[in-house]
């Protein structure tokens, strides 16, 4: 209904919660129907389910089509802040560093540890992928690894496929740890205790990612070949990974596992080497040149400066700097506070409210676009390139040609983020995305079985563990009280759920397959992702419903 312009969200308009369930769900499956089966292009895919969404918001679900508009609009700004600009950004980066040769030094250093692609999975997919996405998140793992693999004779379907299923291991504590700091702190619930509940299930499913990696590269053979590494590369990260988690926080479990890692893998190698090693072609190998380890490390420059910049705008420090004034809790202003620009999303702010069962009073839902370039990971991308810039002197001329590749490969993904994403915030302030929670919630003493499928589906609808935390994170505290099961259980398995998702999110196979040169081939990576996703989240809700026994 409306009530003094606000629209209150309703969740069962056809009295039957399950029969509102499969019309929310509608949308979802023409996009996977459209992507899948009929191989249409990302941006059209999601330009069909943005329709269909709007026509099921108008007809269904009664929503006023001024605020659906509205939420399409805010999803397309949220597409290209902060997504498209920090896939734009690391792409640059990483073409800036091929142009100037840091590159082919890269790939020669990464072959020198190992020219074996089953160990150089692990290297980079695996450890650096979760380095980056404890530092930066939101895009630029997946793009860089998937860069650099392909850079090193991987294929570019394969490297693509690869990279999204490594995803999953720094998925659930990326850009450090808001995925599960902030469902936490909407529950009132203690992050460390969370945190140490998704340790339960995600540091098996961090052994098994480091042993599917390999299986993908070489199979059964390969596994067997390369069993030591595996351990050491797996084992060494879950281990951290579990440690930290439950003894310090889920900030820096992605950093110090990665680095963890590495470092086991490195020293392992030095000791240790597969009998028969699975090299790339030759061709995409050429030949075997010995750099100085000055030369090497100059070459990491640009990746080393973006950790710096990433690592120092996500410091207590920084944020300190741009935080709000808090009345409640006598917070002041940070002295850059200023600089931070807020601007209402159109018609939207405070327009939606969210209703019981969902929260406990009627809840106006907040729309508002903040530029904050002094803790964004965009922001740390761009200083990197930069100071490269002036670093390496790059001329002029190859920073424009830089720049007006990274748009002409670009432009197509970006035109799909920004379309699953209006379809994704049409299903949010709709509340079609709160119906298949309340459906999944009406299965009673069974729910833990389905719990992770809440976060599934939130991050396939937004791309992001911590979009999908804020979506479900009360419905699932709340569903745990009910059916007398501890409530950091069910939302650490709503982040489980969520980190297991990133491999299938429309907007995740996007950055991987303009990485690799694949633009318009997001159906052929959702093909390759989607069955072991799917397999994870079985596996994953199997142990959430044992661990409520």
């Given amino acids: 209904m409306i009530l003094n312009s606000i629209w209150e969200q309703q969740y069962n308009p056809t009295g039957n919660i399950w029969l509102s369930a499969l019309i929310a769900a509608i949308p979802i499956v023409v996009f996977i129907i459209s992507l899948v089966f009929l191989k249409l292009k990302g941006y059209y895919a999601g330009l069909i389910s943005v329709i269909v969404s709007a026509f099921i918001s108008i007809f269904i679900y009664k929503m006023p089509a001024d605020k659906i508009a509205g939420a399409a609009a805010q999803g397309i700004v949220s597409g290209l802040w902060p997504v498209a600009s920090i896939v734009i950004a690391a792409i640059f980066l990483y073409k800036l560093t091929v142009k100037i040769g840091c590159f082919d030094i890269m790939k020669d250093s990464i072959s020198s540890i190992s020219p074996d692609k089953r160990i150089q999975v692990l290297l980079i997919a695996f450890s650096f992928g979760a380095f980056l996405e404890g530092a930066a998140g939101f895009g630029a793992p997946v793009a860089i690894t998937a860069a650099i693999l392909v850079g090193l004779g991987f294929k570019p379907l394969h490297a693509a496929t690869l990279c999204l299923i490594a995803n999953i291991t720094g998925g659930a504590y990326g850009a450090m740890g808001i995925p599960v700091t902030v469902p936490a702190g909407l529950t009132e619930l203690d992050s460390l205790i969370v945190g140490q509940n998704t340790a339960l299930i995600l540091c098996l499913v961090t052994i098994i990612i480091a042993f599917l990696l390999v299986f993908l590269v070489d199979g059964f053979k390969g596994i067997r070949e390369t069993f030591p590494a595996i351990l050491v590369s797996g084992g060494s990260f879950a281990i951290t990974q579990y440690l930290l988690l439950h003894f310090s926080g889920p900030e820096l479990v992605d950093v110090a596992a990665a680095i963890v890692s590495l470092i086991s893998l ?28 000055k030369a090497v490390i100059r070459a990491w420059l640009p990746f080393i400066l973006l950790t710096i910049f990433v690592t120092i705008l996500n410091t207590a420090f920084f944020k300190a700097l741009v935080q709000d004034a808090n009345p409640k809790t006598g ?77 002409i490969e670009l432009w197509a993904p970006i035109l799909t983020i920004c379309s699953v994403l209006a379809f994704a915030y049409i299903s949010t302030y709709s509340g079609m995305s709160s119906t298949l929670g309340l459906a999944f919630a009406n299965t009673g003493k069974i ?56 491999m299938i999110s429309p907007q995740s196979i996007a950055v991987a397959a303009a990485a690799v040169g694949l633009t318009n081939k997001d159906s052929e990576i959702f093909g390759k992702t989607i069955k072991w996703s799917v397999i994870l989240l079985i596996l994953a809700g199997i142990c959430n419903y044992l661990l409520t026994r």
């Fill in 266 to 293: 490195i020293a392992f190698l030095r000791i240790w080497k597969p009998k028969n090693e699975l090299s790339a072609p030759k061709k995409a190998i050429q030949k075997e040149i010995q750099h100085s380890g």
């Fill in 331 to 407: 917070t002041k202003a940070g002295a850059l506070n200023s600089l931070i620009f807020k601007f209402e999303y159109f018609n939207m702010n405070e327009s939606v409210a969210r209703v019981s069962p969902i929260v406990d009073n009627p809840t106006p839902i907040k729309a508002i676009f903040s530029f904050a370039p002094f803790t964004s990971t965009t922001t740390a991308i761009v200083l990197a390139a930069i100071f490269t810039i002036f670093i390496f002197k790059v001329h002029s001329r190859i920073v424009k040609l830089v720049i007006k590749e990274t748009f």
């Fill in 447 to 502: 729910f833990p079985l389905f719990s992770p499928i809440l976060g599934w589906i939130g991050v396939f609808l937004t791309g992001s563990v911590v979009n999908s935390g804020s979506l479900f994170a009360g419905l699932q505290s709340v569903t745990a009280s009910q059916i007398g099961t501890d409530p950091a259980l069910l939302v650490a398995s709503n982040v489980i759920g969520g980190a297991i998702a990133k």
